[in-house]
């Protein structure tokens, strides 16, 4: 008896920890994770750190020191009212995380509980869902955000909610098609013997088994995300002056992109690394989430 | 004594392109409280389908056409989607083929376990807990309190159809339908899976339907046992009639296809022919065009009318020999 049960602990492999804790240590690892993530976690820093890491008051006007170049006292430069870029920059962080984060959530909410619904609700669920997504998706992106706008008004909170409403589609199909394969698994087919009722088979047993393809869809909608709110605020649509949104602020600096390359050049560097960093990051997301990493 | 799980005249039917599949096609069947009924055929028979019908499992194209299944009494084709809940694994379980991929591989086996628990009993996340490591415990696994946390594919096949038990059984259901639960398992391992199902039925009281294809399971467990070949149910008797006197030609063909250990015949004895293709029965005896029983005794009455289900001193047989005989 002793010989059976000292045989099957060997049947075990070592004791690895959780999926999550897996899945960090690979992160940790992955080269581009190392970069996307060093850049995101910036990016966060900024935000949360506020007010207080900033050199200057990001809304103080300061006509003396208008259009100044990059030097020891402004890192970036001012701009035409002779604000510091650099603080504006640093400030400017918290609405492109918020408006990434909060367009994404809502995209996401909506758009996985779309597609789970027609995924596993039947056939008229899923012609009517999937009939309003192709609705949705037959609208030129942009042109569906204006639209969004157009109903509810510019200003910051309209520009994310647009946002969020055109990336749902994604969402509702990406998230239909994994149901419609998971949907006859055995372990589903087990739930089903074991008297699970359809919605916690969907919501309890699906979804847990879908969720790291949404995170890795996530990583990668969450630039997208930015790159369109900036342009509605590009448009005068989004963000209104004086927030340091980046967008916004490439749209003032416009017109000194002769003069003062710097004021254009601050706003947008910023935009491109930080979604490269994000991209980065959601390229290292997909390769450590990836299930068939993950059992290794 | 009255059944308790109670399958009758049982028709499920698969729509295809190429027409209708009777899959299963008038089966019988009644298991007693506590006893071991084992289901065999070849592949493509018609047991998982039977199986899966008993808990109103089989999906679109199938369905169930005819017949009647009842449970305690009460009738499962006419219950709604709570009831229907309700009587699966709680009343009624199942275990199936391939134990780890029937685990869901993003959920720690625990909390496969307290869920379930959670979701048919109103007891709380620790009481659920400590019965889950219990459950654990009894079927076997090792360190039930630190595997608690651990996931499908860090199991093995065994491991995994031990959990997969313990899942099932978590309620004590009154019946646990297990389909080949040892086909996809090494021999040592399958021995000890046996002797696991074996045990804890006994303990709780658990009737067990098996469906498999290995008679050897069958004579290890087995009270009774259902033949069945293209659908239906051949012969039914308990399990020593069956190995010293099988009736039907097919079980005949079935036993002397075994190899026999210790002994080796220059070529197994199969039964000729294939299982007829669904969609082209033979109109009356299915077995009919393999039988040589018939061949031998020169009977036409096979091939113009189906046989019935006739008893016998021990059980019932589908076979016009017999019933000539008789």
């Given amino acids: 008896m002793t010989d059976m049960i000292l045989e099957e602990q060997q049947t075990f492999g070592k004791p690895t920890g959780s999926n999550f804790a897996r899945a960090m240590r690979r992160l940790l690892r992955h080269r581009s994770g190392q970069v996307g993530g060093g850049v995101v976690l910036v990016l966060v820093f900024c935000a949360l750190a506020g007010e207080s890491i900033l050199p200057y008051d990001p809304l103080s006007i300061d006509p003396i020191n208008r259009l100044k170049p990059p030097s020891a006292e402004h890192f970036f430069g001012t701009d035409e009212l002779g604000r510091d870029l650099f ?94 394969a998971q949907k006859d698994a055995e372990y589903v087919e087990a739930m089903r013997a074991l008297g699970a009722s359809h919605l916690r088979i969907l919501f ?70 930080s979604i490269l960093g994000m991209n980065l990051f959601g390229n290292a997301l997909r390769d450590v989430l990836d299930p068939k990493e993950m059992s290794k | 004594m009255t059944a308790l799980l109670e399958i009758e005249n049982l028709q499920t039917h698969f729509k295809t392109e190429g027409g209708v599949v009777r899959a299963v096609d008038g089966v019988d069947l009644k298991v007693n409280e506590g006893e071991v009924l084992g289901i065999v055929g070849e592949s493509g028979s018609g047991k998982t389908v039977t199986a899966l019908s008993a808990l109103r499992l089989v999906d679109e194209p199938g369905k169930i056409v005819g017949g009647s299944i009842r449970y305690d009494g009460r009738d499962v084709l006419s219950m709604n989607k709570k009831e229907l809940t309700q009587l699966r694994g709680d009343r009624i379980s199942m275990i199936f083929q391939q134990p780890r991929v029937c685990l869901n591989p993003v959920i720690s086996i625990g909390r496969q376990i307290t869920e379930l628990l959670k979701q048919h009993r109103d007891i709380s996340s620790k009481e659920a807990r400590n019965t889950a490591i219990s459950l654990l415990n009894s079927v076997g696994i090792p360190d039930a309190e630190k595997r608690f946390s651990a996931y499908a594919h860090e199991l093995s096949g065994g491991q995994a159809q031990r959990v997969m038990i313990a899942i099932a059984l978590a309620l004590k259901p009154r019946v646990l339908i297990a389909d080949e639960p040892t086909t996809a398992l090494d021999v040592t391992i399958q021995a000890q899976i046996i002797e696991l199902l074996r045990e804890l039925c006994r303990e709780m009281g658990t009737a067990l339907v098996l469906v498999t294809h290995d008679l050897g399971v069958v004579a290890e467990l087995a009270d009774r046992v259902a033949v069945m070949y293209a659908g239906q149910v051949v012969e039914e008797t308990d399990v020593e009639t069956l190995f010293s006197n099988p009736q039907h030609p097919y079980t005949q063909g079935l036993l002397s296809s075994m190899p026999v250990l210790g002994q080796r015949a220059e070529r197994l004895t199969a039964i000729p022919g294939t299982v007829p293709k669904p969609s082209d029965m033979p109109p ?41 005989a008789s």
């Fill in chain 1, 204 to 273: 309890g047993t699906i979804l847990p088994n879908v969720l790291p393809q949404m995170v890795i869809y996530a990583s990668f909608t969450i630039p997208l995300a930015i790159l369109a709110a900036a342009a509605l605020s590009f448009l005068g649509l989004g963000a209104q002056p004086p927030i340091p949104e980046w967008g916004a602020m490439l749209v003032d600096a416009r017109t000194f992109l002769r003069t003062a390359w710097w004021v254009v050049a601050a706003p947008g560097m910023a935009i491109f690394v």
């Fill in chain 2, 284 to 324: 009356a005896c299915r077995f009919a065009p393999r039988c040589k029983t018939r061949i031998s005794l020169g009977m036409d009455i096979c091939n113009q009318e189906p046989p019935q289900l006739l008893r016998t001193a021990k059980g019932s047989v589908r076979c016009w020999a017999i019933e000539g």
């Fill in chain 1, 87 to 180: 603080s504006r920059i640093l400030y400017g962080s918290r609405y492109t995380l918020m408006i990434g984060l909060v367009s994404t959530v809502i995209a996401a909410t909506f758009g996985i509980t779309m597609g789970l619904l027609a995924g596993g609700g039947g056939k008229w669920a899923d012609m009517l869902i999937m009939r309003v997504v192709d609705v949705l998706l037959a609208f030129p992106y942009i042109l569906l955000l204006l639209a969004v706008v157009a109903i509810l008004g510019p200003s910051l909170w309209t520009a994310m909610i647009a946002v969020g409403v055109g990336g749902m589609p994604g969402y509702a199909r990406l998230i239909r098609g994994e149901v419609l």
